[in-house]
């Protein structure tokens, strides 16, 4: 597979509740104890975690068609705001990928790279998702 997709392209990994509302839509805030500088799209990376799992209900998704483990979407990030220790990245534009690129293992960090080919793979197959989305819908 030939490689394609933005160098500065980047993945958050999220709960899989949060990442699935997100790309619904529906969670318009991530909260995070660190400010972010970062703009435009990032990649939504449901976690393998069940920790949070009554969160499905709160949001009304049906988790049983629910990807973990796999970048599921993506997202803008337009801003940031708050003040010690309490960060709310605002987001817009989701999008929850018809296909989503599974078997994608996660990273601590906040915003991670595709630092191997097998991740670099998946960014290209997650751009490309991003891209489709974009024609379609005429968003830029």
Not at 99 to 118: C, H, L, M, T, Y
Request: net charge positive; hydrophobic share 40%.
């Amino acid at each position: 597979m030939p490689i394609n997709y933005p160098t500065n392209l980047k993945a958050i990994s999220i709960h899989a509740p949060f990442a699935y509302a997100i790309c619904l839509g529906l969670k318009t805030e991530e909260y995070r104890t660190q400010p972010t500088k970062r703009r435009g799209w990032v990649l939504i990376h449901a976690s393998q975690s069940k920790a949070s799992d009554e969160y499905f209900i709160t949001y009304n998704i049906d988790k049983s068609g629910v990807k973990r483990g796999a970048i599921i979407g993506a997202v803008q990030i337009t801003d940031c705001t708050g003040t010690d220790g309490n960060w709310a990245y605002q987001l817009n534009s989701p999008v929850l990928f018809e296909q989503p690129v599974e078997d994608v293992r996660g990273k601590q960090a906040i915003f991670w790279g595709a630092n191997s080919r097998e991740l670099q793979e998946a960014f290209t197959l997650a751009s490309q998702q991003i891209a489709k989305f974009l024609n379609v819908n005429g968003v830029v």
